[in-house]
């Protein structure tokens, strides 16, 4: 999606593009890296958001640095979006007919998939 002005990019995509900067750096960065090291032009403050609300969810961790924090990655993006699908189970009082819904709009591969981690030869 591009990013002229009144357009929405979609959920999730700049927590994703942080993650993955935190990730690929190895070590923990200040928000202003992680706003270097970002494909997207944001503001620092857009910057900072994101690391609030990636640290509440549990995805990244933070300590003390020496003008604010230093912020790295507790999970990889994978991790994320495994994370926001279990938050959408949870909302709904019916998680079977979520599951058997989600389930029938898999394809062919990922059925195969979802099968194959079910009977236990996960990764």
Do not use: N, W
Not at 49 to 72: I, N, Q
Not at 91 to 100: K, S
Request: with cysteine; aromatic share 4%; hydrophobic share 40%.
């Amino acid at each position: 999606m591009s990013d002229t002005a009144g357009e929405r990019r979609p959920s999730g995509e700049l927590e994703a593009s942080v993650l993955a900067a935190l990730c690929a750096a190895g070590r923990a960065r200040t928000a202003a890296e992680v706003r270097a090291a970002i494909p997207q032009e944001l503001a620092r403050t857009t910057v900072a958001t994101l690391l609030a609300r990636l640290h509440e969810k549990g995805a990244v961790d933070r300590m003390p640095g020496r003008r604010g924090f230093l912020y790295f990655a507790v999970e990889d993006s994978h991790g994320l979006t495994a994370r926001r699908m279990h938050q959408e189970l949870r909302q709904d009082d019916d998680r079977g007919l979520v599951l058997a819904r989600f389930v029938e709009g898999l394809d062919p591969a990922d059925e195969a998939e979802l099968k194959r981690l079910l009977e236990g030869d996960g990764r």
